[in-house]
């Protein structure tokens, strides 16, 4: 997927654990995780915006996105 998640490592700096941040999100612990692990395939803008105030960063901190290889016919890319 060409979307990565870097959560964790604005939990690194804030030297936040998912388990603290869920509380302070009022998620559960395991939600927190699918997204920080990048298996999450949606994430409410509510959530991102309760992220975004108790890690006090902006929401290109934590998403980013990353073109995907296009594979070139003869199996080449330039």
Sequence with gaps: MPIIVDLDVELAKKKMSVSELAAAIDITPVNVS???NGRAKAVRFSTLD???RVLD???G???RW???AVPVPGGTRP
Excluded: M
């Design 34 to 36: 699918v997204l920080k």
């Design 50 to 52: 309760a992220i975004c």
């Design 57 to 59: 960063c902006q929401p």
């Design 61 to 63: 901190d934590i998403l």
């Design 66 to 68: 990353v073109p995907e």
